[in-house]
């Protein structure tokens, strides 16, 4: 069974940082690309970032790029999303996706950025 869990969603102050990270079981982790989505409130799903199966390739939405850094360790299958000078925009339920942004996601963890 695909099991994908999101840990690390917090309430930090703008400018702040968070790391969440996103452990997974259920398939070989090495082989498949990953991605981070989020969803606010009232709101669609969004793609954050991607990352390719040797975590050597990056890809980031506009809204992030420069302030957030996907990466991968495949020794222990999990996958993880730094998060720099957030936003209270970035405030969302983040969500880790197997093999891209329509794949199978993990329940989420809650990021608010709030003064």
């Known amino acids: 069974e695909v099991q994908l869990v999101e840990s690390g969603g917090a309430l930090v102050q703008p400018g702040g940082s968070l790391r969440l990270s996103c452990t997974t079981s259920?398939?070989?982790?090495?082989?498949?690309?990953m991605a981070w989505l989020r969803q606010a409130p009232g709101k669609e799903f969004e793609w954050v970032s991607g990352?390719?199966?040797?975590?050597?390739?990056?890809t980031y939405a506009d809204s992030v790029k420069g302030r957030f850094t996907i990466s991968r360790d495949n020794d222990k299958n999990t996958l993880y999303l730094i998060m720099d000078s957030l936003k209270p925009e970035d405030s969302a339920m983040y969500y880790c996706?197997?093999?891209?942004?329509?794949?199978?996601r993990g329940p989420g963890t809650q990021v608010t950025v709030s003064s």
């Open positions: 996706a197997k093999g891209g942004r329509f794949g199978p």
């Open positions: 990352i390719n199966r040797a975590g050597d390739v990056t």
């Open positions: 259920g398939f070989i982790f090495k082989d498949f690309h």
